[in-house]
């Protein structure tokens, strides 16, 4: 049974620091990875999917890398800002999608 | 920049009552579905549609749900009879391929429901 996982659960880090959040997955028989962002009362905004063929998808600050072997994906933000404290969700695609629960990101000013 | 829509944004309906929850998917889209999310806890998968027919479901889809393309526009999930656990946030997302395709799905802003 596939289960996703990431860590850590919150982070707090200031403006302008570079970060990287985690996701691990225990099968790698995945169709994609995507990675979504949360804000608090709000639906899910998608930020990078990633077909199990690809190694990494960026989309400006945003880079997000694959590793189906080992069942882990990151995301990295670069030159983290205010406007980017949300819930940041991944979610594989095998038979069904499976969610995490979510890394709670607050940037502090 | 086109959006999935869904409406009550937050729905209050007494225990055992049916309940119809609305989305409006975008338009050029073709695979619809829904999700819940109580509250604390992970995104969970319902139902994906295609082609006016459910395509998959999971375990939490039991007889009390149901979901329907009334017209082109409007993709709806029916509760029959509502239970206390039904208390969640719902989402509706579409997308233009399946999931083993290269697109996204797009998600709109959730119905909260509250079952008293």
């Known amino acids: 049974k596939q289960e996703v996982t990431q860590i850590p659960a919150a982070l707090s880090v200031p403006e302008g620091e570079n970060l990287v959040l985690n996701c691990s997955f225990t099968d790698s028989a995945i169709y994609n990875l995507q990675w979504f962002r949360q804000d608090p009362g709000k639906g899910l905004t998608s930020l990078l999917l990633i077909q199990s063929s690809q190694r990494e998808q960026t989309s400006g600050r945003l880079n997000a890398s694959l590793d189906k072997s080992s069942g882990r994906s990151t995301l990295y933000i670069a030159a983290s800002q205010p406007g980017d404290s949300a819930t940041y969700l991944c979610?594989?695609?095998?038979?069904?999608?499976?969610f995490g629960k979510g890394t709670r990101l607050h940037i502090l000013p | 920049e086109p959006e999935v829509t869904q409406t009550p944004s937050h729905q209050v309906t007494q225990m055992g009552q049916e309940v119809i929850l609305r989305c409006v998917p975008i338009?050029?889209?073709?695979?619809f579905y829904w999700y819940r999310q109580i509250l604390g806890q992970k995104v969970e998968f319902l139902v994906s549609f295609y082609n006016n027919e459910i395509s998959e479901k999971s375990e939490i889809f039991d007889d009390q749900f149901s979901v329907e393309r009334p017209d082109g526009s409007n993709f709806t999930l029916k509760i029959r009879s509502t239970k206390l656990e039904d208390s969640a946030m719902y989402f509706c997302?579409?997308?233009?391929?399946?999931?083993?395709?290269?697109?996204?799905?797009?998600f709109g802003d959730g119905t909260r429901l509250s079952i008293l």
């Open positions: 338009s050029n889209h073709l695979y």
């Open positions: 997302a579409s997308s233009t391929t399946r999931r083993t395709g290269n697109q996204p799905q797009h």
């Open positions: 979610a594989v695609w095998d038979d069904k999608i499976i």
